[in-house]
């Protein structure tokens, strides 16, 4: 089977220190947390950055020292900055760290809601912005999709030459009002999947693990962090993004699939290395 790429979301926008220490948020803490995620296994980092006082921010030279300070730390790495920001900001604004030219970015593909009255807005017409903007700039999109029917609208759009091969899907599963992360749910959206698309499994919560472990069985991808979970086991807070990849690559032993390394990575997801 391909080798597996583990991309690490190491801080996110909403999770905090409140909620687990290790999150961070100065650009040394998050040069420390790609590193140590690297050194466990992960190829990407999946990048948010956030104020020393932890406010989420879509600045620029935010993201510029952020990347300087883990590249400096890490070496060669694959950096993707978000381009889904926090709930609430503009379209601009999130889009804000593609003039950095990464070699790749996240493009939400749907709205979602959040709980309560959070939604994250994702409309069709912004869709097309967003992808126009990332295509015009080289920068390979991970498409995010918080179901199966953003699958299909992301479909829809490459027949249209607006989402353009290859296709690579984030499916970030179990948030509160998106698809769940059952086994049932991940065939049902894997299953759907045109050939030579990839894709990693986002797993939230307490289906972090549980969805990787399916995706390393099924040769797909898989992200993990705080970001998106930040227990190890249930009631234990995970110490740093490190352990959840490190329980990723044990998952990865146990079914014999290798690990890729950041060059195999970039030969996977067909990526040409930023500039
Ligand atoms: N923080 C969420 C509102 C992404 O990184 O592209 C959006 C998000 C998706 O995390
Ligand atoms: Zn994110």
Same mark, same amino acid.
């Given at each position: /089977?391909? @080798? ?66 883990? @590249? ?12 889904? $920001?926090?709930?609430? /900001? ?58 199966? /029917? ?54 939230? $919560? ?46 990865? @032993? ?22």
């Amino acid at each position: /089977m391909n @080798k597996l790429v583990i991309t690490a979301a190491i801080c996110g926008a909403e999770v905090t220190k409140k909620d687990n220490p290790y999150v961070p948020y100065t650009i040394e803490e998050l040069a420390i947390e790609a590193y140590n995620a690297k050194r466990a296994g992960a190829s990407i980092i999946h990048l948010h950055v956030r104020e020393d006082d932890g406010t989420p921010t879509q600045s620029k030279d935010r993201f510029k020292d952020a990347i300087r300070a883990i @590249k400096a730390k890490c070496g060669d790495i694959i950096i993707q900055p978000s381009t889904g $920001g926090a709930v609430g /900001m503009s379209n601009d604004e999130r889009l804000a760290p593609i003039v950095l030219n990464p070699e790749m970015c996240t493009l939400d593909c749907g709205t979602v809601n959040f709980g309560g009255d959070a939604f994250f807005k994702n409309t069709e017409n912004d869709i097309i912005y967003f992808s126009q903007k990332i295509y015009e700039r080289g920068i390979f999109p991970e498409l995010e999709c918080f179901g199966k /029917m953003h699958l299909d609208h992301v479909l829809k759009l490459h027949t249209e030459k607006i989402i353009k091969a290859p296709l690579h899907f984030s499916f970030v599963l179990g948030t509160r009002a998106g698809q769940s992360g059952t086994a049932r749910d991940f065939h049902f959206l894997v299953d759907s999947l045109p050939e030579n698309a990839t894709y990693t499994i986002t797993g939230i $919560g307490k289906y972090e693990l549980s969805l990787a472990e399916l995706a390393i069985i099924n040769g797909g991808h898989v992200r993990v962090g705080l970001e998106d979970n930040i227990y190890i086991k249930k009631g234990q807070l995970a110490n740093g993004n490190a352990a959840l990849v490190k329980a990723v690559v044990d998952i990865a @032993k146990k079914h014999n699939r290798a690990i890729a390394s950041v060059k195999e990575a970039r030969q996977l997801l067909n990526l040409k290395e930023a500039s």
